[in-house]
T-cell receptor, first 115, second 114 residues
Framework: AQSVAQPEDQVNVAEGNPLTVKCTYS??????LFWYVQYPNRGLQFLLK??????LVKGSYGFEAEFNKSQTSFHLKKPSALVSDSALYFC?????????????FGTGTRLKVLA | GAGVSQSPSNKVTEKGKDVELRCDPI?????LYWYRQSLGQGLEFLIY????????KSGLPSDRFSAERTGGSVSTLTIQRTQQEDSAVYLC????????????FGEGSWLTVV
């Protein structure tokens, strides 16, 4: 069975500093990995995904994530945080080898960027 | 349509009543998903539909919950005899079934059971 862990409930970072939001996963086959962001009272918005290829993927709003197979991690990063990045971030995984289209989400990490 | 559309956006219901939540996926998307997000919780998978295949109902929390998808498009999530613990945001998402497809979410239906 596939699973995702986001070990931090909240991450605080000063504006202009780099940010990292952590995600680790477990799947038996090939991992398809995703990051989504949720602003207050809104649905989830897609940020980026890793399917195959280059381990560093770039997405919307200057975010990027690095796939690390040996550590089964897919951490979200941004070189310079903005106050407007404050939101709830979700990591998700799908087992690309199983034939299932079931996406499992983590519990979310609240990012707070301080001015 | 341009995005996933959900209705109602907000619903307050009395304990014991039945509710129906509707989802209209992105045009052409063959897969449709329902998730539940409770206050302070992550996203809980409920059910997904994939084309004409039997739906994966493995996430439905009890037999009070059911969902159907008519004509491969619009879906309705029904909660019978609502309980206070059913209060949550119910999120619908859809995708095509291409390799590495991305799922796109609607704005959600906020359900409050009083």
């Amino acid at each position: 069975a596939q699973s995702v862990a986001q070990p931090e409930d909240q991450v605080n970072v000063a504006e202009g500093n780099p940010l990292t939001v952590k995600c680790t996963y477990s799947v038996s086959g090939n991992p398809y990995l995703f990051w989504y962001v949720q602003y207050p009272n809104r649905g989830l918005q897609f940020l980026l995904k890793y399917i195959t290829g280059d381990n560093l993927v770039k997405g919307s709003y200057g975010f990027e994530a690095e796939f690390n197979k040996s550590q089964t991690s897919f951490h979200l990063k941004k070189p310079s945080a903005l106050v407007s990045d404050s939101a709830l971030y979700f990591c998700a995984v799908r087992d690309g080898s199983s034939g299932t289209y079931k996406y499992i989400f983590g519990t979310g990490t609240r990012l707070k960027v301080l001015a | 349509g341009a995005g996933v559309s959900q209705s109602p956006s907000n619903k307050v219901t009395e304990k014991g009543k039945d509710v129906e939540l509707r989802c209209d996926p992105i045009s052409g998307h063959t897969a449709l998903y329902w998730y539940r997000q409770s206050l302070g919780q992550g996203l809980e998978f409920l059910i997904y539909f994939q084309g004409n295949s039997a739906p994966d109902k493995s996430g439905l929390p009890s037999d009070r919950f059911s969902a159907e998808r008519t004509g491969g498009s619009v879906s309705t999530l029904t909660i019978q005899r609502t309980q206070q613990e059913d209060s949550a945001v119910y999120l619908c998402a859809s995708s095509n079934t291409g390799w590495g497809n991305t799922i796109y979410f609607g704005e959600g239906s906020w359900l409050t059971v009083v």
